[in-house]
């Protein structure tokens, strides 16, 4: 159950002495996971005590959620500098912010169809990394014969490396952006992951692929990470459940779009032409991407604090971000916490074991479809994609439902001391998820082979996808809201773990499928996917 902690006298003293009074802008939208925005709060590690209109009020709290009093004191609070304020020396006359309504600079006042386009171009550009993942295995067996290989699990090395990449570089490269700003973090990790497509795609050996996959996954992954944030920077708290929703449409069907383009490129063109036309749509996203214009507030900010201290020659102005984060002290922060989170932490430890099992079948799934619709069915490499689309339809439904989930969550009685709904709330629907995986799993298995019509085990995607998107969506809200400031971290470690996992469990899919048969390894990872259901 979650509760509120306020720093001791001492420490609040130290606290309204370093950081000058701001309002708390809290959302109630369960999707509001943005993790920049989640760890700006948690590099601070406070809000102000008053509501938004007692701008007067220095009480400080630190809000830390927890599941148990044993749980809060293994975690390890170090103030990382990110967007820490001006001390309160600074002349308040001389605070550089927002002009309240109708300022330009605001990116929550932009246009509203400039921010729609934003909102488009990321989450473009954030599926082109992700279709990269999965794309990859539908040219496994053109590979095969061009580098002379007989052992499919080597193959499948491809698809743990780029998991392997996007994990380290969500964990490195997340920091950045508090930094520099989104801008220049997309610019060059857009032109780098385009880039390292190249060399994959020239390769003349499987070490080549594994290599640049890897790289290029840990330069994309800056998108993974930075584009929510995006999201949350231009869109208000009203609309940020739907903003996140459309957002969401590409970044959740990547997976499956993979396949799909995959395998009619590689049926009609070779396994190479795969990597062109993932660098085609990288290179197109680095295009509109120099049309996005910065959205980080406290980025914003500085510059046009900077800006008028040059303008008038006085070097008073300022803001409240003036002091930028430091990338080693912001890493070692990004890299310690989620790890004792992760080792310490009750509902961290069953929620990444739930959610990184989750994400490796699903994972799994890539090495099985090919396996039976192509090698059993006798399909080609094209029709045996369109075999995902059962999944990406249960991932829409799930997204297209946003609206009367929100209704569902928002019907739980509210915590007294929010006034909302407590994040428990969205643990029904993990736990109604969590059925409808197993289920569309042993569908599968049992409608795999002939004479069954192909068409059963295709619908068996349908409920296992809105399972998986289920649960990563509202699993992932349940962690941020039950941690509060500390929600970065915890999403951190459960990233890295399924990453992990997820990139494990498909180099066994091979052996696992020709030694089982396929209706018997399906029905083995349906029972695990049911012996784990009572973890939610």
Same mark, same amino acid.
């Given at each position: 159950m979650s509760r509120s902690i306020s720093l001791d006298s001492g420490l609040s003293k130290e606290l309204a002495e370093d950081l000058p009074r701001r309002n708390s802008s809290a959302s109630s939208d369960s999707t509001d996971s943005s993790l920049d925005s989640i760890r700006r709060q948690e590099s601070l590690q406070i809000h102000s005590a008053g509501d938004n209109e007692s701008k007067g009020d220095l009480g400080l709290k630190a809000v830390i959620s927890r599941a148990s009093n044993k749980s809060a004191e293994a975690i390890s609070r170090i103030r990382t500098g990110v967007s820490i304020a001006t001390n309160a020396t600074s002349d308040p006359a001389f605070e550089v912010d927002w002009d309240g309504n109708g300022d330009s600079g605001n990116p929550r006042e932009w246009p509203m169809w400039y921010r729609a386009c934003i909102i488009a171009i990321v989450s473009f550009s954030t599926t082109?990394?992700?279709?990269?993942?999965?794309?990859?295995?539908?040219?496994?067996?053109?590979?095969?014969?061009?580098?002379? !290989?007989?052992?499919?699990?080597?193959?499948? #090395?491809?698809?743990?490396?780029?998991?392997? &990449?996007?994990?380290? =570089?969500? /964990? $490195?490269?997340?920091?950045?952006?508090?930094?520099?700003?989104?801008?220049?973090?997309?610019?060059?990790?857009?032109?780098?992951?385009?880039?390292?497509?190249?060399?994959?795609?020239?390769?003349q050996n499987l070490e080549a692929v594994l290599i640049t996959r890897f790289f290029g996954a840990l330069a994309g992954s800056a998108m993974i990470s930075n584009a929510p944030g995006t999201?949350?920077? !231009?869109?208000?708290?009203?609309?940020?459940? #739907?903003?996140?929703?459309?957002?969401?449409? &590409?970044?959740?069907? =990547?997976? /499956? $779009?993979?396949?799909?383009?995959?395998?009619?490129v590689f049926q009609y063109l070779g396994w190479r032409w795969t990597n062109w036309v993932?660098?085609?749509?990288?290179?197109?996203?680095?295009?509109?991407?120099?049309?996005?214009?910065?959205?980080?507030?406290?980025?914003?900010?500085r510059k046009r604090a900077a800006r008028m201290r040059k303008e008038t020659g006085n070097q008073r102005w300022w803001c409240r971000y003036d002091d930028k984060a430091e990338f080693w002290p912001l890493l070692k922060t990004n890299l310690s916490r989620p790890l004792i989170m992760a080792l310490t932490e009750t509902i961290c430890i069953f929620w990444n074991l739930y959610i990184a099992v989750v994400y490796a079948i699903l994972y799994l799934c890539f090495v099985a479809y090919p396996i039976i619709f192509t090698d059993i069915r006798g399909w080609e490499p094209g029709p045996t994609g369109l075999a995902y689309v059962g999944i990406g339809i249960g991932g829409l439904i799930v997204i297209f439902s946003e609206p009367l989930i929100r209704r569902l969550i928002n019907a739980?009685?509210?915590?007294?001391?929010?006034?909302?709904?407590?994040?428990?709330?969205?643990?029904?629907?993990?736990?109604?998820a969590a059925l409808l995986i197993p289920a569309g799993e042993l569908w599968f298995a049992w409608t795999s082979r002939p004479p069954t019509h192909y068409l059963a085990p295709i619908a068996a995607g349908i409920p296992f996808g809105a399972g998986n998107a289920a649960v990563f969506i509202y699993a992932t809200n349940y962690l941020a809201h039950s941690y509060g400031v500390f929600a970065a971290s915890a999403i951190a470690g459960n990233t890295v773990l399924r990453s992990v996992l997820g990139g494990c469990?498909?180099?066994?899919?091979?052996?696992?499928?020709s030694a089982l048969d396929p209706q018997w390894a399906g029905t083995l990872l349906g029972c695990l996917e049911l012996a784990i259901v009572p973890i939610p």
């Open positions: 082109s990394v992700v279709m990269y993942s999965t794309s990859y295995s539908a040219g496994i067996a053109g590979m095969m014969e061009t580098f002379g !290989i007989s052992n499919k699990t080597l193959l499948v #090395l491809g698809i743990t490396t780029y998991l392997f &990449g996007l994990a380290l =570089g969500s /964990v $490195i490269l997340a920091p950045l952006s508090e930094m520099y700003g989104r801008r220049p973090i997309y610019l060059v990790a857009m032109a780098l992951f385009t880039l390292l497509v190249l060399p994959c795609a020239l390769a999201v949350g920077d !231009i869109v208000s708290d009203e609309y940020r459940a #739907l903003a996140f929703s459309i957002w969401s449409i &590409g970044p959740m069907n =990547g997976p /499956v $779009i993979g396949p799909i383009m995959g395998g009619f993932v660098m085609c749509c990288s290179g197109v996203s680095f295009c509109i991407m120099l049309f996005v214009k910065e959205t980080y507030a406290p980025t914003i900010l739980h009685a509210v915590d007294s001391s929010t006034g909302k709904p407590p994040p428990e709330a969205m643990v029904s629907i993990v736990c109604v469990l498909p180099l066994a899919g091979p052996a696992m499928y």
